[in-house]
């Protein structure tokens, strides 16, 4: 079986993909400090797995820990790399810890596989590098724009980072994987988002409105320039970009010549906030208590994915439905408050 390290693979898309991994035949490493996670996570694998998955509890930034699991490991067929901090707001306050921990964790895996001859990586980036897009839905060739949070900055430095590596060492082969929104969970509820604290994203805090815990959802923004005034986002189930994930290193590994290569996850469908509201009181038949507040500082108005380009090269596509990923995010919160 070929091995794959799984940096933050105790995370939400990190666990997904876990599990997709295994179920296509890899043998998926989690490294990850469970700094932004929780022990549940490994019961849940487990569970859905039948069997334990091999975890380091390391931090990426750490060169020597890092270097351990590297000699440890041995014959790394690839890397997944999801380890980094998402929170935009925190980071317009704490840059410096972005920086840091998001673009120091990948330098120190390049060094690592350069060091051990690992020559697949498939990186966590995000549509945030589009800002607002001229065209609609957006396709890779889209030009980047200044990104509107440091957030969204480590994402573009570490997208160049690993170009300038691809060029310096054409053998290695990489994948950027621009997600849309992830949402939603395994539809075994084993696992799912565990947001620490006040959730910043949507849907978890809609699923943590709708049982009890937040007296209300405020919608930011019914004033943008679309069909009804809140923001439009592409939002895509967990588990459909977890495969995607799967098919990109497999791809990666398949390639005769290496290359550099920039793929978006997304659904092509744009769906506004306040249809994200009322589809997910039809799927759990709850009310959902909100109010219209003003625009969240830095929302762009509306982005949503041209996918062909994973389509055509991966033969990937997003297959579950908004609904569907509602449904299993109110699954998985009812889980949690068992
Ligand atoms: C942002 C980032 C994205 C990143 C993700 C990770 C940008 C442009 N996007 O996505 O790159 O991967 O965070 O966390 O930087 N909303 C409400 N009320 C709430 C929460 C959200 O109305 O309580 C609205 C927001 O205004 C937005 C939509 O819901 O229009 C989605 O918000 P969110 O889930 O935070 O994701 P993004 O901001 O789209």
């Known amino acids: 079986m070929k091995k794959v390290l799984v940096t933050g693979g105790a995370g939400y898309i990190g666990s997904h993909t876990v599990v997709e991994l295994a179920r296509s035949g890899f043998e998926p490493i989690i490294v990850d400090d469970l700094r932004n996670s929780h022990e549940r996570v490994f019961k849940g694998l487990e569970h859905i797995l039948g069997r334990k998955v091999e975890v380091h509890r390391v931090d990426c930034t750490d060169p020597a820990a890092m270097g351990r699991v590297f000699a440890q490991v041995k014959d790394l067929s690839g890397v997944v790399h999801f380890a980094a901090y998402k929170a935009v707001g925190e980071s317009v306050a704490e840059p410096l810890k972005y920086y840091r921990n998001n673009v120091g964790s990948l330098l120190v895996l390049l060094e690592l596989m350069a060091e051990y001859e690992v020559k697949h990586i498939v990186f966590s980036s995000s549509c945030t590098v589009y800002g607002q897009p001229e065209e609609l839905p957006v396709s890779e060739e889209a030009p980047d724009r200044r990104a509107s949070s440091p ?150 108005a509306s982005v949503y994915a041209d996918p062909g380009k994973a389509e055509r090269v991966l033969g990937w596509k997003a297959k579950l439905d908004l609904g569907t990923a509602l449904r299993d995010a109110w699954a998985w919160e009812r889980t949690l408050r068992e």
């Open 151 to 300: 957030y969204g900055s480590t994402k573009m430095c570490c997208e160049q980072l690993l170009r300038d590596a691809h060029v310096a060492d054409p053998s290695l082969a990489v994948v950027l994987l621009r997600y849309f929104n992830p949402i939603g969970a395994h539809p075994s509820a084993r696992i799912g988002e565990l947001p620490i604290g006040v959730p910043n994203n949507l849907v978890p805090f809609i699923t943590q409105t709708a049982s009890g815990i937040r007296r209300s959802l405020t919608v930011f923004g019914n004033d943008h320039d679309t069909h009804d005034g809140s923001c439009v986002r592409d939002f895509i189930h967990v588990v459909d970009l977890a495969e995607a994930h799967v098919k990109a290193l497999t791809w990666c590994e398949s390639r005769e010549v290496p290359t550099c290569e920039v793929f978006n996850l997304g659904t092509g469908r744009g769906h506004s906030v306040l249809e994200v509201v009322r589809t997910f009181e039809e799927v759990t038949g709850r009310e959902l208590p909100y109010t219209i507040g003003p625009r969240r500082a830095g929302d762009v």
